[in-house]
């Protein structure tokens, strides 16, 4: 407030000075005043001058920030996608199931508020079971992350899972908690807690090993090494990537094939081992080419092979100019 009320002073100061000096009849005072004014006009100039500087900075920084939520958001995304929906009982409970449906399809539609409104009368309604309850808190948690209100989805995860240890049958309970625990995994690495996100996936991953089910065990996989890549513990995180890699071979899943492929690669490029990122990479386009609905990650995978091949050629430049200058050298000897 101090250097607020200091700066706009001198805004005054500034403008007065010149104006004070065209009333006074004394000229060596006069004279006085008037550099002074001028002195203060340029003071202000430069302070204005400033401030545009840092709007424009604090614009650029913003839009930084926003940048990396949307990245952080997109990793978080990835897990939830390869987590089934958790609606087991909803289309045999007549109750909620046409609240529910309407809200899965303004979810779709990205009407994520009014989704959310259509899943709450879901958990409102005395006829809900606790399956019921733990498919619409794991719905509403996934409107609140779509709308980057992390902390909510992270309240809503957190009920989902509570209310799976109260379903009664078996298969429901534990995949409840399985989709519950993914995507509080998903959330937490949104939130930059990836310490709090690998204990999820841990858990996921002890309940994969559990039942047997392969699907959830290299989702669980992949999760944890997210978390790897996100401490920037790289090599522990190729590590989790290569055997996700090999259980979605092993099950078929050309569409996780090629994502755990992009991941290594970009695993690779971050600790600048292009020739492994490239090779990864060019692995992976075989995969996501064929599906049209990959097509945005295959522009995102041709994108990042152009840049790696810009950096390599910008290594091999100086090489390139010191082998000419040898041959040259050599031929003139």
């Known amino acids: ?4 009320l200091l700066k706009y002073s001198m805004y005054v100061v500034g403008l007065l000075m010149p104006l004070v000096g065209i009333f006074i009849e004394n000229e060596p005072m006069k004279t006085k005043y008037k550099v002074y004014g ?46 089934p929906d958790y609606v087991n009982g909803l289309p045999d409970n007549p109750f909620v199931s046409n609240d529910f449906n309407e809200g899965v399809k303004l979810s779709e539609e990205s009407r994520f508020e009014d989704a959310i409104d259509k899943f709450e009368k879901c958990l409102n309604n ?26 909510e989805a992270e309240d809503h995860y957190k009920k989902a899972l509570k209310m799976s240890r109260k379903v009664k049958d078996k298969n429901e309970k534990i995949n409840g908690k399985a989709v519950a ?7 937490y690495i949104q939130l930059v807690k990836p310490h ?12 994969a090993k559990r039942t047997g089910d392969k699907t959830m065990h290299a989702y669980s ?42 991941s290594i690669g970009l695993a690779y490029y971050a600790i600048d081992m292009l020739d492994e990122a490239l090779n990864y990479h060019n692995q ?28 390599k050629d910008k290594e091999q430049q100086p090489m390139i100019i010191w082998g000419q200058a040898k041959k040259k050298q050599n031929d003139e000897c």
């Open 1 to 4: 407030m101090k250097k607020l």
């Open 38 to 83: 001028l002195l203060g006009l340029l003071y202000l100039i430069i302070v204005l001058f400033y401030e545009s500087i840092e709007h424009k900075e604090e614009k650029e920084k913003e839009k930084k920030d926003e940048f990396n939520i949307r990245e952080r958001a997109k990793e978080g995304l990835i897990i939830r996608k390869f987590s």
């Open 126 to 151: 005395p006829n809900a079971t606790e399956s019921n309850i733990v498919a619409a808190h794991i719905k509403i948690g996934d409107c609140y992350s779509n709308l980057s209100r992390l902390k």
């Open 181 to 187: 625990l993914a995507c509080m995994g998903g959330v």
């Open 196 to 207: 709090k996100a690998r204990k999820k996936f841990k858990k996921r991953l002890k309940i």
């Open 221 to 262: 996989l992949f999760g944890i090494g997210i978390t790897y890549i996100n401490l920037n513990k790289y090599d522990e995180g190729i590590k989790k990537f290569q055997e996700t890699l090999e259980i979605a071979r092993e099950i078929h899943d050309d569409e996780f094939i090629g994502i755990t492929m992009s």
């Open 284 to 311: 992976a386009l075989r995969f996501v080419k064929p599906k049209k609905e990959l097509q945005n990650m295959k522009k995102k995978i041709e994108y990042i092979i152009k840049s790696i091949n810009k950096q």
